[in-house]
């Protein structure tokens, strides 16, 4: 499935507000943002750094997502109104996540190499929600609202709060 066909269909699952692809073309700034990084990441992969960078300030101006150029973001992921998200330049996130609005996959400072999260498939990560450092979420996980998550996420778990920690189950502590 291409790039296009894919994110429209994640969007349909997840969103009953969409009723047709013309009104997620038109309508919906992540996917306008995701459209745009996939410019913005060409260009960064193949040496135009400057132009990549003024391109996507230029597509934050517009939906008010900011996607580093150097971000590697895969096909079928979904971010839901958006407005204030920020994923860094060494960031991961792979298909089938879904990001709400006023998430930051952000670095700890200025260590060199890998800086910034990845957010492993199908994970969740709710608004306001800060994900902080080379930490991974694993796949199916869930991040709740306005959780502040410094270190990793195994797969399946949910976690809340300021620290982030995982929700107990009924009948265990």
Wanted: aromatic content about 6%; proline content about 5%.
């Amino acid at each position: 499935m291409g790039w296009w066909k894919e994110t429209i269909a994640i969007v349909k699952k997840n969103d009953p507000a969409a009723r047709s692809t013309l009104e997620i073309l038109l309508t919906y700034p992540g996917v306008k943002a995701l459209a745009a990084h996939q410019v913005s990441h060409f260009l960064w992969e193949h040496g135009f750094k400057l132009i990549a960078r003024m391109h996507s300030q230029f597509w934050r101006f517009l939906t008010q997502i900011e996607i580093h150029p150097g971000a590697q973001i895969a096909s079928g992921v979904f971010i839901d109104h958006g407005s204030g998200l920020v994923i860094g330049e060494t960031a991961i996130v792979e298909t089938g996540v879904l990001l709400y609005h006023g998430v930051t996959l952000g670095g700890t400072g200025k260590e060199c190499g890998k800086r910034h999260p990845t957010v492993r498939r199908g994970a969740l990560i709710s608004a306001h929600s800060q994900l902080i450092g080379p930490i991974e979420i694993g796949e199916y996980a869930k991040v709740g609202a306005s959780a502040v998550v410094l270190k990793d996420v195994p797969a399946g778990i949910t976690v809340v709060g300021i620290p982030a920690k995982p929700t107990k189950s009924k009948g265990k502590e």
